[in-house]
Every structure is written in C-alpha cells, then in structure tokens.
C-alpha cells in the first residue's frame, strides 16, 4: 500500500479548453479512509489511496440524436496514474449542420491487462466534450474481492428462470464455461449454453450479461405438430433476456446487502444513494467455484455457483455538474444502449 495523501478537489483542476482529455486513475487502498469524508462531509479530504499504473483508458461517445457508441482515443496510465487521450472523441453526424460537439456525450471505460482485458470501471455518459477537455477527470476505483459465500446460489438461478418456459425436467449445470441446460418436453430435446461475463456498456445498473453460447434443439412427434426448433430457440432467447434482467436486479440487491453488512453503521437509505447515485460498480471476472448439477425447479439448492470479483469506482458522474443533465435524455440514453457492449 502507497501513502496515503489529500484528494484533489471532487472535479480537478481546469486548463484551456481543446488541450485533450487528461486525468488520473487511483486504486483505493483504504475504503474507510477514502469514503467516510464522501458520506459524512466535514471530515475532512479523502485519504487511503494511490496511482494505478498500466491501465487502459478508452472514451466511448455517443450523439443526443443517434444513440449509437462510437469508440474514441485511448492512453495508458502512468507511474503516478496520469492519463491524457489526445484525440478528441469523434462527433457522430446526423444530418446536416447536427451532431456537432454540443450534442455529443460520451462516457470512460477503463480496463487492465491484455485483450480481451479486465473491466475495472465505467462511468455514466453525462460528459460533454466541452465539459471534459475544461476538467481534470480523476477516478478512484476499489477493487473488492467477493467473498465465495456471498456468490449466486443454485437455487437463486432456478429462481430467476421461473417462467422462462423451460421444460419442467430442466437439469442446469455450472462450470467454468458458464451454465449448461438440458431437458425435454412432449417429443422436443432442448440443449443448450449460456456465457456470463461482465457488463461494460454504460447502463450502471447492468452488471452481468447473459449470452446463449450453443444449442441443439431437436423437434419430434408430437411437439412437431405445434412448434419447431426456431420457435424454442426465439423463446430461449426471450427468456434469457428476461433472466438477464432478472439477475441484475438479483446482483444490486446482493451487493447491496453485502456491503451493508461490513458497515453496519450506514443506514439502508445511505447505501441505496451509495450504489443508486455516487459510484459504478463493474465485475472484474466471473467465476464458477466448482462444478455443480441441479433440477431447474429446486430454487432451495444453496449451493453457489456463480462467483467473481468487483470494482467500486468513484465518481459515477464525470460531469463537473451532472445535475444540470436532463435526467429524462438520460434515462432514454440508457434504455437505448442497453444491448451494446463496449
């Protein structure tokens, strides 16, 4: 662990507007050092952190009129976790004489490691270009291991696919490669797998995503008279957009609980503003303990099966004034960008 030092002010320091994108990525290594001044202001600066070298900061920008993310510039952190991304986030054009820089917002993506990388943290897309390139733009992030027992139990899965149409002998299995299902129903064999990774995209309240990995459907008689291997297939996929949904709701709630439990003096009501409004929460990478099987319909089965590590990151807003942001743009933003990942 680094020496601790002051925070520099919330939104940085300012320099004439066009000199590029800069700021500094720090690992926290003290969270009660660094978070008890945010919650309880006047105690004084935060503390309990330092820079975080060799990471990639990458900008992702999107038009009011076309929300449609467009990848930008990148640089790595320095030994004192500077970064500075010279190339302008490029300005989606839609129509003449709009998509001008007034109307672009774009958002950080930062990450470790070689390709496919470690998400480690992601802001919102509140920024404006004008706003950025005239503010400091520091994050702060808290890697935070998730302990095994805290994990996704067998039986939360089960609960979260209850209405997906799954036949009602689905057996699941967890393994490193993700879950595996396999059932039958009136003649139809359903096989298939599904991939959990981190979410990236800038929906904050999207934690994991859900993919179908493989399938082997086969149709027999009777069931070919009323449906076919397309059809199973669509509402497959339906259900796990459904369960996607589900499960993130799952994971907040979670986390949430979790981190409630270690700081027992904060309210309920403080730690929802926490989550809901002052930092990002992404997951490093997915783990599955150990490799387990079990009956669809046993949502009591307490086994975990779903692991993995997060990072806290602060600010969720990089914007120096993100309440000056349409709250009703936002929130149309995100529904938009949902599927896309980053």
């Excluded at 309990?48 to 992702?60: F, N």
């Excluded at 890697?143 to 067998?154: F, H, Q, R, T, V």
Aim: proline share 8%; with cysteine.
């Amino acid at each position: 662990m680094g020496e601790a030092q002051p925070a520099p002010g919330r939104w940085g320091q300012t320099w004439p507007y066009g000199s590029g994108l800069a700021g500094h990525i720090y690992q926290i290594t003290d969270a009660q050092a660094f978070f008890e001044p945010i919650l309880f202001p006047g105690q004084g600066e935060p503390q309990g952190y330092q820079p975080w070298a060799g990471l990639e900061v990458r900008t992702w920008s999107v038009n009011d009129l076309l929300p449609i993310p467009f990848p930008g510039g990148s640089a790595q952190t320095g030994s004192d976790g500077s970064f500075n991304i010279t190339q302008t986030p490029p300005y989606p054009v839609v129509g003449a004489g709009v998509g001008q820089a007034a109307d672009i917002r774009f958002g950080l993506v930062v990450s470790e490691g070689s390709f496919p990388y470690r998400p480690l943290y992601r802001s919102d897309l509140s920024l404006t270009v004008a706003a950025a390139e005239a503010t400091e733009l520091n994050v702060w992030i808290l890697p935070e291991p998730i302990d095994p027992k805290d994990g996704i139990s067998a039986g939360q899965v089960s609960k979260v696919l209850q209405g997906s149409g799954l036949p009602g002998n689905t057996e699941i299995t967890a393994s490193a490669s993700g879950l595996a299902f396999s059932g039958s129903d009136s003649g139809a064999d359903i096989k298939f797998g599904i991939s959990i990774t981190p979410d990236t995209s800038f929906v904050l309240t999207t934690f994991l995503d859900l993919q179908l990995s493989s399938w082997n459907i086969h149709v027999g008689w009777p069931a070919d008279w009323c449906t076919n291997a397309d059809d199973i297939l669509a509402e497959i996929v339906q259900g796990l957009q459904n369960a996607g949904t589900s499960m993130n709701a799952s994971v907040l709630t979670k986390i949430k609980s979790v981190f409630e439990t270690e700081e027992p003096l904060l309210p309920t009501s403080m730690v929802n503003t926490f989550f809901d409004s002052d930092v990002s929460v992404t997951f490093r990478d997915i783990t599955y303990p150990d490799p387990h099987t079990w009956k669809l319909t046993n949502s009591k089965d307490a086994t975990v099966v779903i692991g993995g590590d997060l990072c806290i990151g602060y600010p969720r807003h990089l914007s120096s004034d993100p309440s000056s942001q349409p709250v009703n743009a936002l929130l149309r933003l995100s529904r938009t960008l949902r599927p896309v990942q980053v």
